[in-house]
């Protein structure tokens, strides 16, 4: 089976402009989640979507969306992009949002805002 | 507030030796704890997940022990070798009508030749 793939992996922007990333799960695995992870922090959940419907979500700001579309493939989309925004953005698949399902991860997509 | 807390924040070691992880948490209430390794510039890899009932769980070299009592779990890795070189990442899950996954700050292991 294919792994969790993350489109683009590299990606800089600058302030103010908005980017989508894309992630496309594990076949056969209905829930993603999406993380942010800063130098020196520990992985911040930004949300969750599970069958179509964001089932949870993180204390991030507005600006921090996604959906996820009938093939469980998921995006996140950032408005108006901030210098702290810079990051590396990961995406994780599950079969299924329960307590005891192992999360998969992509390699990632870092992004940079000048 | 939920929170995970691992130490040492960073260790180096010479290869073949063994090393031991500290984990603590304050998440309740507790269903189980997971130990994932991220290389870097990589996603996390699930290396265990440990359930109430469980005080000890093997991988291979690693070794991930838990005291639900007092909150602790350890991840040891014994005969370290170079691709040990990673994060390792201590993760609980919180319950509240949806649950979240709480993130530890990973402790960065380097092992030197």
């Known amino acids: 089976k294919a792994g969790v793939t993350q489109t683009p992996r590299y990606l800089i922007k600058t302030r103010g402009q908005q980017v989508t990333l894309s992630c496309s799960p594990i076949s056969g695995h209905r829930s993603v989640s999406w993380y942010q992870q800063t130098p020196g922090q520990g992985l911040q959940f930004l949300f969750e979507?599970?069958?179509?419907?964001?089932?949870n979500k993180g204390n991030f700001p507005g600006r921090f969306s996604g959906r996820q579309f009938s093939n469980s493939r998921s995006e996140m989309n950032v408005s108006t992009l901030e210098l702290g925004d810079s990051a590396l953005y990961l995406c994780?698949?599950?079969?299924?949002?329960?307590?005891?399902?192992?999360?998969?991860f992509g390699p990632g997509t870092r992004l940079l805002v000048l | 507030k939920n929170q995970v807390e691992q130490s040492p924040q960073s260790l180096i070691i010479l290869e073949g030796k063994n090393c031991t992880l500290q984990c603590n948490y304050t998440v309740s209430p507790f269903s189980n704890l997971r130990w994932y390794k991220q290389d870097t510039g990589r996603g996390p890899v699930s290396l265990t997940i440990m359930t109430f009932s469980e005080n000890t769980k093997s991988n291979g070299r690693y070794t991930a022990t838990l005291d639900a009592d007092t909150k602790q779990s350890s991840l040891h890795i014994t005969a370290s070798q170079l691709s040990d070189s990673a994060s390792y990442i201590c993760?609980?899950?919180?319950?509240?009508?949806?649950?979240?996954?709480?993130w530890g700050a990973g402790t960065k292991l380097i092992i030197k030749p």
């Open positions: 994780a698949s599950s079969s299924d949002p329960g307590v005891q399902e192992t999360q998969y």
């Open positions: 993760v609980v899950p919180q319950h509240y009508s949806n649950y979240q996954l709480i």
């Open positions: 979507y599970f069958s179509e419907t964001q089932r």
